[in-house]
């Protein structure tokens, strides 16, 4: 005997009906491929078969698997980080809410990287990586074009400017002129002759269109502006205030820093440090207090931008003791 639909099951179809009205098909072809379409599993959605094949060492030594690893982790939450930067850009409310729940998901992925950090400090062989390093050659975690994104999301680029020249520029110079002279290119540059590494080159060349299309896509709506078009009541809300400070410093402080106490882990030693892979000179270009960089430098004080990131030297002594 059949059973009588329920009126919850027949307002669903009715539901489902208007759904699928304006698409071509009734809704009677939806449900035929319903009917045919296989379960869902978790290994199917997630795919987990091919992202457990994307790690290809170069190399027989054991640790590579966990550098590959590692860094495609870090991707993957490189990638949630601009998901959430783009549904502030995109925001047409304007609360201080909204922002400081995008900020609050931000600054916990960069807390889960930072603190995991040591999978790359401590949890490989030295021995190991600095062999299987050679075979990496010129590539580099310098190249992360999805870091550069989130620099250029966060904040103007004449914010990005290395500190010794930024003076010289402002948001009304063209982008083209400033992209020039962003800090990080000259952490892959000779400091004697000027000359670009095989890093560098490889890396503007595959991803400078992409960062300047970016680039001008936000031009004036970076997370900098958004918050200085809020109301003058919702920028001044202190867990607002609190949530970007937290964000420019786990970007530019504390990201960097896990970085330092890796470096000095793997590439320094007594008679001289280790260059790092593709000729990134990491001593000059990853201490936060040589590059000074801030993403939101109206919410610091003067003290604050003079001594910013100077608790890498503590940091480096901690490391290598």
């Known amino acids: 005997m059949n059973q009588p639909i329920r009126p919850e099951i027949a307002k669903k179809i009715e539901q489902l009906e208007k759904k699928f009205k304006n698409s071509g098909q009734d809704l009677g072809s939806y449900l035929d491929g319903l009917l045919h379409d296989r379960y869902l599993t978790y290994w199917d959605y997630i795919h987990l078969d091919t992202l457990l094949s ?41 609360t201080a809410t909204f922002f400081i729940t995008k900020l609050d998901r931000i600054n916990r992925y960069f807390r889960v990287l930072i603190n995991s950090f040591d999978v790359m400090i401590k949890g490989m062989d030295r021995d190991q990586f600095l062999n299987y390093r050679m075979s990496l050659l010129p590539a580099s975690g310098f190249q992360s074009v999805q870091f550069r994104l989130i620099e250029i999301y966060a904040t103007p680029l004449v914010h990005l400017v290395h500190a010794k020249e930024r003076d010289r520029f402002s948001e009304q110079d063209s982008l083209e002129t400033v992209f020039e002279y962003l800090y990080w290119k000259s952490g892959a ?43 003058e009541k919702e ?53 936060p207090s040589f590059q000074r960089i801030m993403f939101f430098p109206n919410l610091w004080s003067q003290t604050e931008k003079e001594t910013w990131g100077q608790q890498w030297v503590a940091h480096q002594f901690n490391t290598t003791k």
């Open 54 to 94: 994307l790690q290809i060492p170069r190399t027989h030594f054991p640790d590579e698997e966990i550098f590959i690893t590692y860094h495609q982790i870090t991707e993957l939450y490189f990638k949630l980080i601009i998901h959430e930067l783009k549904q502030i850009i995109d925001d047409k409310l304007q």
């Open 189 to 231: 540059t000779n400091v004697e002759t000027g000359e670009k590494t095989l890093t560098l080159k490889q890396f503007e060349y595959r991803y400078t269109p992409r960062m300047m299309r970016t680039a001008k896509q936000v031009q004036q709506s970076t997370i900098y502006h958004k918050y200085l078009e809020l109301p």
């Open 235 to 287: 920028q001044n809300n202190v867990q607002l205030i609190e949530a970007l400070r937290t964000f420019d410093t786990n970007v530019n402080i504390n990201w960097l820093l896990m970085h330092m106490g890796a470096a000095f882990r793997y590439l320094n030693k007594e008679e001289g440090e280790v260059l790092a892979t593709g000729g990134t000179n990491w001593k000059k270009f990853l201490p």
